[in-house]
């Protein structure tokens, strides 16, 4: 979708932080949300989905709130959506009765089981497909030219460009049906774009942006032509 | 499909954006205090969630492959081939670290690692991002002026040497290997993992000095 968080190329964003002290949560609240990231799971919630319930986050939010704050609130979303929480609750900050309760106590892991449980967490996305990549090592490629209402990985900064195909990775889950509940795999590309090719400003530069891109996003042949 | 519907959610953010109180730690004070009610999680396992990735997890990992590829040809060889299995030697595959890609700068090549659309980091190998990398002025200038943003970082990039930027649009994730300081024939694999800065694995640092520390 097109929206806030599909952030490549914008401008306007002003400069970097790039004095941050090297502390690994500037807040203890931080911290919180990144373990509760670890170890809750919103049944049903892939990946894709989390990530686009946290694009739709109100646009003057997800820019302006911190950024495990919209974790917080993406987790929040998805729970409620999936009717694990009730809004009320979520107001009042506490259980109620007549609404979800598991049935059985959580697990309680010390920092030795969860670094054996993060070694576990090296999850896989590829997987086979019937047919044959459509595409070959050094190819020239052209991405889509549109996008559309849900969750997808071709930022518009690189829609409807000439690429060339650096690299195969076999086939990956593709996000795009992924967030919409369906378990599809398409082959994936490295695809590489010359700089001067994304940027009018990049003309005689020769910096390269390398994206990883799903079959269905690349086409052999300019729609334009 | 309506588990699935993105309208639903854009209600919910409404309605999370008018009641949800302003500070941040409270909204996640309710949303732990809501799963521990429900018998979903235990505080007790984040707790060890935040020890394991302040301690254990972070970026001298990555600081430990990369001076491990500039002593030992062979690691460097399997790291290239199928960075996975190499990092894995090292009990370092983890969280966002199955699809790792290694890419290596050269004299006449930088390397640049962003997420325009999220946040993707291999965390199991350089632990938590800092925030700088999830925030909207690096992710929306990486891809279109690297130059500009290295620059900030206080780095000069020469006209001839190619930016490579690469962003994590899919599950791949990338490590970059800084180039080895020179004067450095001496040292061994642990004293060279400690100049080697988070920054220079990601690519907003370059050349790294043989007499500082970078990592504690």
Known sequence: ?225 | MSEHDSSKVVKIHEHLHSHLPSESALRVKALETLLVEKGLVDSRTIDAWVEAYTDEIGPKRGAHVVAKAWTDPDYKRRLMEDAPSAIDELGYLGTATAHLKVVENTDKIHNLVVCTLCSCYPFSLLGIAPAWYKAAAYRSRAVRDPRGVLKEFGIEIDDEVEIRVWDSTAELRYLVIPQRPDDTDDMDEASLAKLVTRNSMIGTDRDLKPDTQGLR
């Open chain 1, 1 to 225: 979708m097109d929206g806030v968080h599909d952030l490549g190329g914008k401008l306007g964003y002003g400069a970097i932080d790039v004095d941050e002290s090297d502390v690994v949560f500037h807040h203890a609240w931080e911290g919180r949300e990144w373990g509760i990231s670890r170890c809750a799971r919103v049944p049903g919630c892939t990946i894709d989905w989390w990530r686009h319930v946290r694009e739709l986050i109100k646009p003057e939010d997800y820019l302006n709130r911190p950024y495990f704050d919209s974790w917080a609130q993406t987790d929040l979303a998805a729970y409620l959506n999936a009717g694990i929480f009730a809004m009320d609750e979520v107001i009042s900050g506490k259980a109620e009765a007549g609404h979800y309760m598991a049935e059985e106590a959580p697990p309680v892991m010390d920092k030795d089981a969860v670094l054996a449980q993060d070694r576990k967490n090296a999850f896989r996305f590829d997987g086979k497909v019937e047919s044959e990549p459509q595409f070959s090592i050094g190819d020239t490629v052209f991405t889509s030219s549109i996008g559309h209402d849900h969750h997808t990985r071709l930022p518009q900064y690189v829609r409807g460009k000439r690429g060339v195909v650096q690299c195969h990775h076999g086939a990956h889950i593709f996000p795009d049906l992924s967030a919409q509940g369906i378990e599809t795999h398409q082959h994936l590309y490295s695809i590489v774009f010359e700089a001067a090719e994304l940027w009018p400003e990049a003309k005689g530069r020769c910096d390269r942006v390398y994206l990883d891109l799903w079959e269905s996003y690349l086409s052999g042949s300019d729609a334009n032509e």
